[in-house]
């Protein structure tokens, strides 16, 4: 993990994506927190593959999305300052997101947060540094019913 930017929280996208704006440069872009994954809070074509594999209603996801997108923002507030870090070779996704590792003020990882609290599970299909952390995680969560995982078994 080599570089960090220094950033305000601006507005939520959902329980794994917010609007930012860099500190020094005051650009605002998207950022989605690296190597996990929280259930849609939007009809789309992910809750409909979501919706096939899981064998979940879309309507119960998307429930599940909005209380994933609520338990962050216990975390974290618009305005509130924080350290974005990132792996050198995983600097944006796929859709040109920011990806990376979001630092609070007292030192927490947010991302670790969601895993551990079982409001998100790990992003299997792209690798990050922290991926055998967050499988790890993702399963106490799971046996100890927690976040999500106390409504339902998988997400």
């Known amino acids: 993990m080599t570089r960090k930017i220094i950033l305000k929280v601006k507005r939520f996208v ?12 005051k650009k605002e872009f998207e950022i989605r927190l690296y190597g ?16 096939k594999e899981l064998h979940i209603p879309a309507a119960l996801l998307i429930k599940l999305g909005f209380m ?15 350290t974005l870090i990132q792996e050198e070779n995983n600097l944006l996704d796929r859709y040109g997101r920011t990806l990376g590792y979001l630092i609070l003020n007292d030192g927490s990882t947010l991302n670790e947060i969601m895993i551990k609290k079982g ?37």
Do not use: H
């Not at 794994?16 to 860099?22: K, M, P, S």
């Open 14 to 25: 959902d329980g794994d994506g917010l609007i930012a704006e860099d500190f020094y440069s």
């Open 36 to 51: 996990i994954d929280a259930p849609e809070i939007n009809y789309c074509s992910k809750i409909k593959k979501d919706e």
């Open 68 to 82: 994933s997108l609520e338990f962050l923002k216990t975390n974290l507030k618009i305005g509130d300052s924080c």
């Open 119 to 155: 409001f998100a599970k790990p992003y299997n299909d792209v690798f990050c540094e922290m991926l055998p952390k967050y499988q790890k995680w993702n399963l106490q969560a799971k046996s100890k019913k927690r976040g999500l995982y106390s409504i339902i078994n998988k997400f």
